[in-house]
């Protein structure tokens, strides 16, 4: 599956951003989605992400609490609201797919097959 991710730029502190990714290629309902970000000299960390059907969701110690994670099969597309955005939360942000049917742990990067291109967000301070 191609992932392409958006919206993501520059917001002040406390402000809030949406990124989506869009599917093509295969239906988006095969995969659990993944969200990660990176930021300059470190590690990609898990984010969150969101059960096939959108009936379970999962947040990185970072997310919890402020992100959002959701998905519209019928669009192909999965979302990610950010809201009380805070200068730590600057990174690239990537969506992957991992299979639905695989037992690999969603919180490893390396559980995913497929990964869209990320898309920047910054916060000032």
């Known amino acids: 599956v191609q992932l392409q991710a958006s919206g993501g730029g520059l917001v002040q502190t406390g402000g809030s951003l949406r990124l989506s990714c869009a599917a093509s290629g295969r239906t988006l309902s095969m995969y659990f989605m993944g969200w990660f970000r990176q930021a300059p000299g470190k590690q990609r960390e898990f984010v969150g992400g969101v059960s096939w059907n959108g009936g379970r969701t999962y947040y990185g110690d970072s997310a919890k609490g402020r992100f959002t994670i959701s998905r519209d099969n019928a669009k192909n597309t999965v979302y990610l609201q950010m809201n009380s955005l805070q200068p730590e939360d600057t990174a690239n942000y990537y969506c992957?797919?991992?299979?639905?049917?695989?037992?690999?742990?969603?919180?490893?990067?390396?559980?995913?097959?497929?990964w869209g291109q990320g898309t920047q967000v910054t916060v000032s301070s």
């Open positions: 992957a797919a991992r299979p639905a049917v695989s037992g690999r742990p969603y919180q490893l990067s390396s559980s995913y097959d497929d």
